[in-house]
């Protein structure tokens, strides 16, 4: 079977940037399942994809605008110390979560910290990054309609 529209799919991948550094990889690790067309994954990755077989291997290099958009200035802010529940946890490259205005959560990376004040960040890690994908097809299946209507795929002890 082809990776195609409601698909579950399973890759082994090793993610780098543009220098080489491997920033994650499912090696020593199940593979990676997704549905197919459910926007699981980046867009850019997921094109790829489309028609490949189990046992097809490919490398495939993902732009900013495919992957986690372009690093958004406008995304950098600073707020109050106080506004910390835990002052611990307040140290440059650390991530928090913040509830936004429509009760969302939201993951911010600590930028800078000043004696009042700490830069949040909230890009992606990885916006702005040309991202670098070595993928190997493990399988291809038929999604049940329980993991359509669901949006994933059930593969745990516990059917997730």
């Known amino acids: 079977?082809?990776?195609?529209?409601?698909?579950?799919v399973s890759i082994d991948y090793t993610l780098k940037d543009d220098a080489g550094e491997v920033l994650d990889t499912s090696e020593n690790r199940e593979p990676l399942s997704f549905l197919y067309g459910q926007g699981s994954i980046i867009p850019g990755l997921e094109k790829?994809?489309?028609?490949?077989?189990p046992g097809d291997e490919l490398a495939?290099?993902?732009?900013?605008?495919?992957?986690?958009?372009e690093y958004n200035e406008d995304l950098v802010f600073s707020v109050g110390k106080d506004r910390f529940q835990d002052p611990?946890?307040?140290?440059?490259?650390s991530q928090v979560q913040a509830q936004t205005s429509d009760g969302s959560v939201q993951v911010l990376t600590i930028k800078g910290v000043g004696d009042?004040?700490?830069?949040?960040?909230?890009?992606?890690?990885l916006a702005g990054q040309?991202?670098?994908?070595e993928v190997a097809?493990?399988?291809?299946?038929?999604?049940?309609?329980?993991?359509?209507?669901?949006?994933h795929p059930h593969n745990g002890e516990d059917g997730h």
């Open 48 to 53: 790829a994809l489309e028609g490949k077989s």
């Open 60 to 69: 495939v290099s993902v732009t900013p605008e495919e992957g986690y958009g």
């Open 116 to 125: 009042d004040e700490v830069t949040l960040d909230a890009n992606h890690p």
């Open 1 to 8: 079977m082809n990776v195609k529209e409601k698909a579950v």
């Open 130 to 133: 040309t991202l670098h994908f």
């Open 88 to 93: 611990s946890i307040i140290e440059v490259g």
């Open 137 to 151: 097809i493990a399988d291809v299946r038929e999604a049940t309609s329980e993991e359509i209507d669901h949006g």
